[in-house]
């Protein structure tokens, strides 16, 4: 029986690599942990139907250069769309971790997130998924541009550490 597009993120959600990542940012007064357990509850969001997922190629729905994107409407929970007929695999994986970081941020209900502090833990997520999954540095260091990543490591200092 063929596996389903969702059942294949909640998978992703709950494996090993996803598992490991973790890493705090300030948010005001207050700091936000990117960890297992924000991703566990993006998954449950996705088991109940709050969040959908759906294969798109509309470029209204998702830019061309995109593997995956997420449309978030926090009240009634958001939907991924991931690109019809993109292989499954780490490039993928990797934008799907971004963008249910973006999804978790909702799910949490951090309404208080800069839009930038929300892009770049998404981007610092992803990375760290890279990392956890020993995709060589090659593969991801050219994915965030030179300010992107000093930006990254003001943020997030120290997550990008994490071996
Ligand atoms: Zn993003």
């Not at 009634?76 to 973006?102: M, P, Q």
């Not at 929300?118 to 610092?124: G, L, M, Q, S, T």
Request: aromatic fraction near 10%; glycine fraction near 10%.
């Amino acid at each position: 029986m063929a596996i389903s597009l969702s059942q294949r993120v909640i998978n992703l959600l709950r494996g090993p690599e996803v598992g490991r990542i973790r890493f705090s940012f300030p948010d005001g007064a207050a700091a936000i942990t990117v960890d297992r357990g924000m991703y566990h509850r993006v998954a449950s969001a996705i088991e109940h139907r709050r969040i959908g997922i759906f294969p798109a190629t509309d470029p209204a729905l998702i830019p061309s250069d995109a593997g995956a994107t997420y449309d978030g409407t926090p009240v009634d929970g958001g939907t991924i769309f991931i690109r019809a007929g993109k292989a499954w695999g780490r490039d993928l994986e990797g934008d799907l971790v971004h963008e249910c970081t973006h999804a978790g941020f909702d799910v949490d209900k951090r309404n208080t997130l800069t839009a930038l502090n929300d892009e770049a833990a998404a981007y610092v997520a992803e990375v760290l998924y890279y990392r956890m999954s020993s995709a060589p540095l090659s593969y991801w260091a050219g994915m965030v541009s030179a300010t992107d990543r000093s930006f990254l490591y003001g943020q997030c200092a120290g997550a990008l550490a994490i071996p």
